[in-house]
């Protein structure tokens, strides 16, 4: 099957052999796609290649041909986006998570929306929690694991004050008083659940936080229990900043 002037997405790149490259990508209209991108080394390819880094938005030619299509050309269609610091890790969060999520061959124009509007929050340096959120929800709409975050689990609206586990297989679950019913600490409020559902503004950060965490047990089951290499990134880049940021002890 050729492919012709297909926009894509680039998700994450790697060496194959000498002078070849592995790409997958998020394309417009065939979903997630394996590439074999062959003899992309020396100076008269440096277009070429720039166009196969990851965040880039491209437009490609390809034959399918079992798993990988082979490459026949690559043009850049902009600028991509070259966050830092921690916005750095938010992309390879956000690649790594499609990859894990997204299967190949299966067209899902909503995901690859929902990709494009987060790309362009990471180039305009909008503020990454809120975001990462809104996107996580997104992708999970996308590929058919959404959930109603405006009702729970029952079909009761979510009461702002009360506090609910996502079940991924039942949606919301409210919790019952705090006293004498365990650790809590992945538990989101309703206020933050209903931020969610409404796409409104971001909830306080205290609210923020528990809904990151609420969300990551979901997603866990949805990625068959294998957590992601960016949650260690992330995990190890927060333990050096509380350390670099701890009073040190005279002497």
Not at 51 to 60: E, G, H, K, S, T
Request: net charge positive; no cysteine; aromatic share 6%.
């Amino acid at each position: 099957m050729r492919i012709t002037n297909e926009p894509v997405f680039i998700l994450h790149t790697r060496p194959w052999r000498e002078t070849s490259l592995l790409v997958e990508a998020l394309s417009a209209n065939h979903g997630r796609m394996g590439l074999l991108a062959r003899g992309v080394q020396g100076p008269k390819k440096q277009l070429l290649r720039a166009a196969l880094q990851p965040l880039q938005f491209a437009r490609i030619d390809a034959v399918q041909r079992g798993e990988l299509a082979q490459l026949r050309s690559a043009e850049a269609l902009d600028a991509a986006p070259h966050p830092g610091g921690e916005a750095t890790l938010a992309a390879f969060y956000v690649n790594e998570l499609v990859l894990r999520l997204a299967a190949r061959g299966d067209p899902q124009p909503d995901l690859f929306d929902a990709y494009a509007r987060m790309r362009a929050r990471l180039g305009a340096a909008e503020p990454l929690a809120w975001n990462l959120r809104r996107f996580e929800r997104d992708l999970l709409d996308a590929i058919g694991f959404g959930m109603d975050f405006s009702h729970d689990g029952d079909g009761a609206p979510i009461d702002p004050a009360a506090r609910y586990r996502l079940d991924p297989e039942h949606g919301p679950r409210r919790l019952l008083s705090d006293r004498g019913h365990g650790d809590r600490s992945d538990a989101a409020t309703g206020r933050a659940l209903l931020s969610l559902a409404a796409d409104a503004q971001a909830p306080d950060a205290d609210d923020l936080a528990g809904l990151r965490r609420a969300l990551r047990p979901v997603l866990l089951h949805h990625l068959g229990g294998r957590p992601l290499k960016s949650w260690d990134l992330i995990g190890d880049l927060s333990r050096v900043s509380h350390a670099a940021t701890r009073p040190r002890s005279p002497g």
